[in-house]
């Protein structure tokens, strides 16, 4: 039998190690070089290695201290760390468990959270990964929305934090402080408004003259009474028509009309009122009045018996051509919210309104429209579409 290392013949006493025999002398630390004996030792590269040499020559360093690691590690970030050295980068206690990483950094998973997660906009604490987002960009807590009412007019909901607060009418409607400081409550004090919206349709051709509309600003239980024959007959407009009153799409205006006919022929059109909700700020009233007011000229110029996506459309489209001048943030958020409904009346009326407006410009679409009771075709990616 021949020693490991010198492979000399082996007489007498020999140590049996690493898979083979060795003299006792021959036996010894590759890393100093002095005789192991019957001490104890680790095997590295399938040399025998005193524990001492081999944590100063090949233990990994631990992160935290530089020191060598030997015995109890962890293995985190691609690196080696003693349990003690392992620590939250934000409160510097050690971390035992699960633990959350950021720029190669850790953190207990609660110091994470209250450190990076997104904030309330409300309560301004860490969200959970279900959170709402309004269209103004505002995250919240879902629960929140249990407490909290939105405004009638942004829908911003209203809170300290977001709005300043706001307030309650008599009729349930709660607008924020931010819409409340321009708010409308009495008509003859912002007639400017109602010059304005005169204007504004008279540019886009829409001339009404002369002719003065009484306006009146009612409640909300006003409008969603009189909202019920906002209807053309049809299943599909009576079907939406209950979903606008009792589902609580919020309703700003009403166009009240008398029509007078003789022999089953309108002989004369009767403009009695638009009602416009109390308490809405100066942009949305106006929009709301140019709404109302394409309604009452579609009614004088014999527009008769339209579809409600027509006509609700064409409205809409009024709307569209004044918000689209403005530069503030409110008229924005109104053409977003105008452009991405997804109500099959008055989101679909209006887009295919703007479609076709884009395609064949305001008087053409008018008169076909008051031809053939629909919108024309437009040329989309797919062909002629309705």
Known sequence: MNCGKCNRT????YIKAIGGAYHADCFCCSVCGEII?????????NHPVHPKCYSQSFAPRCVGCGDPVTEKTIQALGKYWHPGCFLCAKCGKPIQGKFAEKD??????????SSFAQKCSICNKAMSKKYIKDGWGNKFCIDHTKKMSPCFSCERLISDTLTGGGVKHVDGTSICNICNNTAVIDVEENRDLVRMAYHVLSQSGLELGDISVPIRLVNENYLRKHARSDTDGS?????FGWLRIHKKKN??????????Q????VVDIQIVEIGIL????RELFCEVLIHELTHVWLALKGYYDLPMQVEEGLCGLSEYLWLRHLLTPEAAYRLKQLQESKHPIYGVGFRRAKSAWSQHGLQPLLK?????????LVWGAGGWVL
Do not use: D, W
């Open 10 to 13: 082996i007489s007498g006493n």
């Open 37 to 45: 004996g019957s001490e104890k030792f680790i095997v590295h590269m």
């Open 104 to 113: 190669g950094n850790a953190f207990h998973e609660s110091c994470h959270t």
């Open 235 to 239: 299943l599909l407009s009576l079907l």
């Open 251 to 260: 309703i700003y205006g009403h166009a009240m009309t008398k029509t007078i």
């Open 262 to 265: 003789q022999e089953n022929k």
């Open 278 to 281: 109390f308490g809405l700020p």
């Open 368 to 376: 076909f429209v008051r031809r053939k009771k629909r919108f024309p």
